[in-house]
Nanobody, 123 residues
Framework: VQLQASGGGLVQAGGSLRLSCAASGRAFSSYTMSWFRQAPGKEREFVAGISWTGGRTSSSDSMKERFAISRDNAKKTVDLQMNSLRPEDTAVYFC?????????????????WGQGTLVTVSS
């Protein structure tokens, strides 16, 4: 599967952005999909994931309150709605896929990655 992330940009603190990841290839509905992010000078971290059954996992309570992941198997897309953005949310956001029913927070367990989309939150 090939992944293409989009939707990043510059937003003021408190604003919202919606990231989208479009997948090509077969059997998208069999993939667990997740978003990771990598801030400047930091390691890549898990943001949120959604299994092919629709089960969701978020990395932290803060993200769970502000970010929402969703998927549309018919359109082969997974979105990340981000609200109440903070400057510390500035990062390159990546979508990733793995063939499993479970969401993993470990980036090494994902076989497929999109190219990343930059989100910059100004204060």
């Amino acid at each position: 599967v090939q992944l293409q992330a989009s939707g990043g940009g510059l937003v003021q603190a408190g604003g919202s952005l919606r990231l989208s990841c479009a997948a090509s290839g077969r059997a998208f509905s069999s993939y667990t999909m997740s978003w990771f992010r990598q801030a400047p000078g930091k390691e890549r971290e898990f943001v949120a994931g959604i299994s092919w059954t629709g089960g969701r996992t978020s990395s932290s309570d803060s993200m769970k309150e502000r970010f929402a992941i969703s998927r549309d198997n018919a359109k082969k897309t997974v979105d990340l709605q981000m609200n109440s953005l903070r400057p510390e949310d500035t990062a390159v956001y990546f979508c990733a896929a793995r063939i499993s029913v479970y969401v993993s927070t470990n980036e090494e367990e994902y076989s497929y990655w999109g190219q990343g989309t930059l989100v910059t939150v100004s204060s």
